[in-house]
């Protein structure tokens, strides 16, 4: 029994073998239909959600399977103090594999400590969030046909943007990978993730200035600014508009440069970047839901 907490829990050819079957899956649907038949994913999201969720059941229900699912966390037990601990026993009598979501960095893990069946972390606080990498891995993939010798930028929230700590994690283990990372001062990324680029001797500069570094790119990845996770509202008013992308400002950018956003997009990208071609945010979308069922068949032993 696997859970997947961490994105590097999963090895690079691991990574590569659920690229494959996603790929598949992509090609070859009906072969999938039926893969889970009898199996129920319980999804336990104490945090907000539309696409992670959705996306968690559509996959299941494409391979067949069903899906237990709380309204939210205020309507849960965890409302009347059951712990995480307590709460992932009582759902492994009742399916077979969770998806959990949490405000608190490291419940998933603990879920996964406690329970009897896989559980995977669909986002811990300001931590991690392998599903959306493994999204984004996906559209790495399909869109550049590699992963090695890539310029990635990420701008925004660099701080509590969870889905930026995984997705570096997942990259650095590439060769010729760059990182660039563009925040305003407040909201770099963490030490901890700075230390272990430090610590591998993976190539990185940290700027405020994302103009002046976007013919470099390859990869674009803006993020949100993280409201929920400030502590106070003047510090979120006064940051969330550092960076908006244009038309305009593309216009530096390669000519197959791409731009992802693990969405939702609050006014960071304007609408009007969505009909370039090099955005493809609403196509990570779609393969999120390709790898969380290429994740589901492998914790599930199918
Ligand atoms: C992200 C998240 O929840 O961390 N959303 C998602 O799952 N696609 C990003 C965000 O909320 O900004």
Redesign the pocket.
Same mark, same amino acid.
């Given at each position: 029994m696997r859970s997947v907490i961490d994105i590097k829990e999963l090895s690079v050819s691991e990574i590569d073998e659920l690229v494959s079957v996603a790929k598949d899956i992509i090609a070859n649907p009906e072969k999938y239909a039926h893969k889970c038949e009898g199996k129920k994913l319980a999804t336990l999201f104490f945090?907000p959600?539309t @696409?992670?969720r959705l996306s968690f059941e559509a996959a299941m229900y494409e391979l067949g399977g069903n899906v237990l699912s709380m309204a939210s966390a205020a309507s849960s037990s965890a409302s009347k103090g059951e712990s995480v601990a307590d709460t992932a026993q009582v759902i492994s009598c009742y399916a077979d594999i969770i998806a959990m @979501?949490h405000p608190k960095e490291g419940a998933p893990m603990v879920a996964a400590m406690n329970a009897s069946i896989p559980v995977i972390n669909a *986002?811990d606080g300001g931590h991690n969030?392998p599903t959306?990498t493994l999204a984004d891995l996906l559209t790495i993939s399909r869109e550049k046909g590699r992963f090695d010798n890539l310029t990635v930028g990420f701008c925004g929230d660099l701080k509590f *943007?969870? /889905?930026v700590h995984s997705l570096i994690s997942a990259m650095e283990r590439y060769e010729g990978v760059k990182f660039v990372l563009i925040s305003p001062d407040e909201l770099t990324v963490p030490d901890y993730v700075k230390r272990e680029l430090d610590k591998k001797g993976i190539p990185y500069v940290e700027t405020t200035d994302l103009t002046a570094v976007m013919p470099e790119l390859d990869i674009l990845y803006m /993020?949100?600014v993280?409201q929920e996770r400030f502590f106070n509202e003047e510090d979120y008013l006064r940051l969330r508009d550092s960076y908006i992308l244009t038309p305009e400002k593309l216009e530096n950018a390669k000519s197959d440069m791409i731009v992802m956003h693990?969405?939702?997009r609050v006014n960071e990208i304007s609408v009007a970047v969505d009909r370039d071609p090099r955005a493809c945010y609403f196509k990570q979308v779609l393969n *999120?839901k390709y790898m969380r069922m290429a994740l589901i068949l492998k914790l599930l032993g199918l």
């Open positions: 945090e959600s @696409r992670t @979501r *986002g969030h959306q *943007g969870r /889905t /993020t949100r993280q693990p969405l939702p *999120g």
